[in-house]
């Protein structure tokens, strides 16, 4: 069983930084991508920054020089640093891993994407 278990979350001021991470658990030998997503209330969920096995690194307008992802191979870790918060980046912050091979018993899979269950970030003004 694959399980992605997300942490710092909480309310922040506006300009305030926070730092989220995400640690996947089970028998994973491979992850292509790990990333964070979020959902605002009423509206859709979106990437927001997403980095490969290879630490290529993708990042929403949105947050392009305010957040850094980063991730540790060896411990199947992703974090994302959020600087200079505003309260438009309120929102549940999901954890995603794409691409995953693993195994459940004596069972290989390959290919599948699991997500975390969600952490709150709330900027004030």
């Known amino acids: 069983q694959v399980q992605l278990v997300e942490s710092g979350g909480g309310l922040v001021q506006a300009g305030g930084s926070l730092r989220l991470s995400c640690a996947a658990s089970?028998?994973?030998?491979?992850?292509?991508?790990m990333g964070w997503y979020r959902q605002a209330p009423g509206k859709q969920r979106e990437l927001v920054a997403i980095i490969t096995s290879g630490g290529s690194t993708n990042y929403a307008d949105a947050v392009k020089g305010r957040f850094t992802i980063s991730r540790d191979n060896a411990n199947n870790t992703v974090y994302v640093q959020m600087n200079t918060l505003k309260p438009e980046d309120t929102a549940v912050y999901y954890c995603?891993?794409?691409?995953?091979?693993?195994?459940?018993?004596?069972?290989?899979?390959?290919?599948?994407?699991?997500w975390g269950q969600g952490t709150q970030v709330t900027v004030s003004s």
């Open positions: 089970g028998n994973i030998f491979s992850i292509n991508a």
């Open positions: 995603a891993a794409k691409g995953l091979t693993y195994s459940i018993g004596s069972t290989y899979y390959s290919g599948g994407d699991f």
